[in-house]
């Protein structure tokens, strides 16, 4: 059965270093999305993405986080210097329609991502 | 602003002893209404999408209803593997990628 694929595991890193998050969505998926779960919280929407663009954003999404799909397969959450409130659980989903019957998202197991 | 609440947060029941979850919703207009299951350390799996009030889906022991309100996560005979959080989303028309999820409930089977 088709999955989506989340590296690495978990990611370690000091407050300002640049972070890279990487993800593989099911393959004939168009919509891709990142989504955020800090510890004992809930699961917060950060970005959605198709066509090579960003379609929507939260306020949480701000100059310090981008994302990319730099080749066919992967989709990428950059956070350029980290913060400590950025530890969390980091999740990406895709799913293959935004209307109609089957726009269900899927999501990958995460990436835990510790800033010290 | 689209806003989710769950209840109980945390429920503990026996092998075999029937209960529900509720979920309560408000939203712009209701574009999809999705229940997922969460095992610590890992990722929303997904259960089921409702789209209008009235409508029911069921797989094995879990079935989900949805009303114009709220929705409930009905569990027939759980087993200690269907211990679990379970977590209802909405997805707005307005908004059509972005889901709001609620807090969860903590879902124990006993033995």
């Known amino acids: 059965e088709p999955e989506v694929t989340q590296t690495p595991s978990h990611q370690v890193t000091q407050m300002g270093q640049e972070v890279i998050l990487r993800c593989v969505p099911i393959s004939n998926h168009l919509y891709f999305y990142w989504y955020r779960q800090i510890l004992g919280q809930k699961v917060e929407f950060l970005v959605s993405?198709?066509?090579?663009?960003?379609?929507?954003k939260s306020e949480i999404f701000d100059d310090q986080f981008s994302v990319e799909r730099p080749d066919g397969s992967n989709f990428t959450l950059k956070i350029r210097s980290t913060k400590l409130e950025d530890s969390a659980m980091y999740f990406c989903a895709s799913s293959d329609t935004l209307t109609g019957l089957h726009n269900e998202q899927f999501f990958g197991p995460g990436t835990r991502l510790t800033v010290l | 602003e689209d806003q989710v609440t769950q209840s109980p947060e945390a429920l503990r029941l026996q092998e075999g002893e029937s209960s529900s979850l509720n979920c309560s919703y408000t939203v712009s207009g209701l574009r999809g209404l999705f229940w997922y299951r969460q095992d610590p350390g890992k990722g929303p799996e997904f259960l089921f999408t409702?789209?209008?009030a009235g409508e029911e889906k069921e797989k094995e022991r879990l079935k989900a209803t949805l009303t114009k309100k709220e929705s409930f996560l009905h569990i027939t005979a759980p087993k200690p593997e269907d211990s679990a959080t379970y977590l209802c989303?909405?997805?707005?028309?307005?908004?059509?990628?972005?889901?709001?999820f609620g807090q969860g409930t903590r879902l124990t089977i006993n033995p």
């Open positions: 989303a909405v997805q707005a028309r307005q908004r059509a990628q972005k889901l709001v």
């Open positions: 409702l789209y209008s």
């Open positions: 993405f198709y066509n090579n663009e960003i379609s929507e």
